[in-house]
């Protein structure tokens, strides 16, 4: 089997490389890649071809789930990253196994085997299914902040918006309290309810209960005041007001 690495730091390759040719010798591995972009390039390039795929979560330039957003991916992923809290995301996104690193033998071993085997994806839609409610996706329902040396819960029903200022992501609460974030907003969105949060711009997601006020311009955009007030501007672009009004309305 023909096996791509996507890793961004270069001793954590080798490790990786060297534990899969010791501990499964039927995997070829036929390329390395550091960042988000570079996967991207290599899948896209007809000439290429891996049937697993051991795929680091941080690379160089973002999370490795923007890969999924843009290519896809037709190879058995195996996840590998030093943080365990990306796994109900990792097997969402299809991944057949989830490896923490440093990554022991045993479970490489048992990953490789996973990829070869048929009744594993119906174990992997159970333990999806396992994680919704009704049928339905369950959304986050708090974030772990982290202060100083501090580690405080937020509700996500305590939560008015997220944005990004200074390339820094924070969450403002409905009692006026900005945390700091380690997420990136795409990721912030995908765990919240589209009934209860909408993405305004690449920087803002706002909560339907934090909309004191939504003003149409004549430009057709439509300016948001928010309650707690906001710093900074947030308008709904042109292009996007049909859906917020779907949304706000509904």
Not at 101 to 115: F, G, H, N, Q, T
Not at 145 to 157: F, G, V
Not at 161 to 182: C, P
Request: aromatic content about 12%; some cysteine; overall charge negative.
């Amino acid at each position: 089997m023909k096996a791509l690495i996507v890793e961004d730091e270069k001793m954590a390759q080798n490790n990786l490389a060297r534990n899969i040719s010791e501990n499964c010798r039927d995997i070829e591995i036929v390329g390395f890649t550091s960042s988000v972009k570079d996967t991207i390039a290599w899948l896209e390039d007809a000439s290429h071809h891996a049937e697993i795929i051991f795929m680091d979560v941080e690379l160089e330039d973002g999370n490795c789930f923007e890969i999924f957003r843009q290519v896809e991916i037709h190879a058995k992923v195996i996840m590998t990253t030093a943080y365990d809290s990306y796994a109900l995301k990792a097997f969402e996104a299809g991944s057949v196994d989830y490896l923490l690193k440093p990554i022991d033998p045993d479970a490489l071993k048992r990953a490789v085997s996973r990829c070869t085997d048929s009744v594993y994806s119906i174990q992997l839609k159970q333990f999806l299914d396992s994680y919704r409610i009704d049928g339905k996706k369950k959304y986050k329902d708090r974030f772990i902040i982290r202060y100083n040396t501090k580690l405080i819960p937020i509700r996500t029903s305590d939560i008015a918006y997220f944005f990004a200022e200074n390339r820094i992501n924070y969450l403002m609460t409905t009692y006026n309290e900005k945390y700091m974030i380690d997420d990136t907003l795409d990721d912030v969105f995908d765990a919240m309810d589209p009934e209860q949060f909408f993405k305004v711009s690449r920087s803002c997601i706002i909560s339907l209960k934090a909309i004191k006020c939504a003003n149409k311009k004549l430009s057709g955009n439509i300016q948001i005041i928010a309650e707690p007030a906001s710093s900074f501007d947030i308008t709904v672009s042109r292009a996007n007001a049909k859906e917020f009004l779907h949304w706000f309305t509904k």
